[in-house]
């Protein structure tokens, strides 16, 4: 079975990704979410109409890439430059309730699940992680 995840260019994966979460009911944009910023770093609220389906499928290609990841890294992520007038740039991380909001809908969905640090084993990270049903759903999308 070929791997369409990494077959397709990521922005057109992401494309196409958003498109079947469209189909989703448990994927839908919440009423605040069209006055929010993205992040602390920007200046103005999000234009973009399919901005949370999109958001929402590069977070699981991000963790269907990366494995166990959780908000903090995946604000890291999606952070942006600070203008900060005459004083210089720094860097500010993205919004964090969009993307837990995200994480719990794909939960609900059933296509992440939390993963629980494993006491005295360094390489299970907590965070999370995508189930067999969010696997095949990402590898599904053509």
Do not use: C
Request: no cysteine.
């Amino acid at each position: 079975m070929e791997n369409s995840v990494y077959d397709i260019r990521a922005q057109e994966y992401n494309i196409k990704l958003a498109e079947a979460l469209k189909k989703i009911p448990e994927f839908n944009e919440p009423e605040w979410a069209k006055f929010v910023k993205s992040g602390a770093g920007k200046e103005r609220p999000i234009e973009d109409q399919d901005f949370w389906h999109k958001r929402a499928a590069s977070v699981l290609r991000n963790i269907y890439k990366k494995g166990s990841i959780g908000v903090q890294r995946l604000r890291t992520k999606y952070g942006s430059k600070n203008n900060r007038g005459f004083k210089p740039e720094k860097f500010s991380k993205g919004s964090g309730k969009i993307i837990r909001t995200i994480l719990q809908q794909s939960d609900k969905a059933g296509f992440t699940e939390i993963q629980k640090p494993v006491r005295g084993v360094r390489s299970k990270k907590p965070g999370r992680i995508l189930t067999d049903k969010g696997k095949k759903f990402l590898e599904g999308v053509k």
